[in-house]
């Protein structure tokens, strides 16, 4: 069997079980079993594959069939403008975060030397892409679980970012360390009994404790704000991610911590997803 006539296999079998991007899916998947890009992939798709390819192969497709994602499967994501490593321990990073990138170089042009904190950093995307853009930054991290700093550590060293980097391993209500210029959060903020109406792909395989923002879906967003307006100085920005119906309610959250509403930003969707504040 070719390469050609095993990813037309793939595509099928990922057709019949309702995977729209079958036939993307499939090309990707055939790029991880030889470690090249698509395109040499598909140039070279009437060399003959091994058993163990074959193998390698199926297993892929089948795990893909049964909706776990692309990226927990090649264990990397596109994000902003670099691969990140990612694993069931962490969110697979998603287009609409990078709005948070947007903002953050938007209102730190020409400024220097800033402390930037991450609460919730997951794979590291958000902070490490800000870094990268703004050499003369520092950024923290925290994160309450040990196996999901670990892969923010992975992708810090991967972009050269170490030495402008800490993390912690903390619940945000026990943080306290220093003072901070920005403060940027994709908190958990999906409603608990809403979770089950989530995609497969995301509901069985992504980490709950990284979706389930409690029974209104505000709780942990409360608590970023609340601790956040400890930690950063004054006229420091805070810039969140939301569910698209939240903005009215957590600007009322904001105001009542002490902070002003400067904009309110909209998704490739058109949807309200995050909104930037300024600390009084």
Not at 42 to 64: A, G, M, P, T, W
Not at 123 to 141: A, H, V
Not at 250 to 267: E, P, S
Request: charged share 30%; aromatic share 8%.
């Amino acid at each position: 069997m070719n390469i050609f006539e095993a990813m037309k296999k793939g595509d099928n079998i990922l057709k019949k079980n309702g995977i729209k991007s079958n036939k993307l899916d499939s090309e990707i998947l055939m790029s991880e079993v030889f470690q090249k890009n698509r395109i040499d992939i598909i140039l070279d798709s009437n060399k003959n594959l091994s058993h163990k390819e074959v193998l390698l192969y199926s297993n892929l497709i089948e795990q893909r069939s049964k909706k776990k994602p692309i990226a927990y499967l090649i264990g990397k994501k596109e994000f902003w403008k670099h691969e990140f490593d990612v694993t069931k321990d962490v969110l697979i990073p998603r287009p609409d975060t990078e709005i948070i990138i947007e903002q953050s170089l938007k209102l730190t042009k020409n400024k220097s030397r800033l402390k930037i904190l991450d609460i919730g950093i997951g794979s590291g995307c958000i902070l490490l892409s800000i870094l990268k853009d703004r050499r003369s930054f520092y950024g923290t991290g925290i994160d309450i679980y040990k196996k999901t700093l670990d892969i923010c550590l992975v992708n810090a060293k991967k972009l050269n970012l170490i030495d402008r980097v800490r993390l912690y391993k903390s619940d945000v209500d026990n943080f306290n360390y220093g003072k901070y210029d920005l403060i940027v959060s994709n908190p958990p903020y999906i409603k608990k009994f809403d979770l089950k109406y989530l995609e497969k792909d995301v509901y069985d395989y992504e980490p709950i404790s990284a979706l389930d923002g409690g029974l209104d879906g505000l709780l942990k967003i409360t608590k970023v704000i609340y601790n956040s307006s400890k930690l950063l100085r004054k006229n420091g920005f805070l810039i969140l991610e939301i569910a698209f119906n939240q903005s009215d309610k957590v600007k009322k959250i904001l105001r009542k911590n002490g902070f002003y509403i400067k904009d309110v930003i909209k998704d490739l969707a058109k949807n309200n997803r995050c909104i930037v504040s300024i600390k009084k």
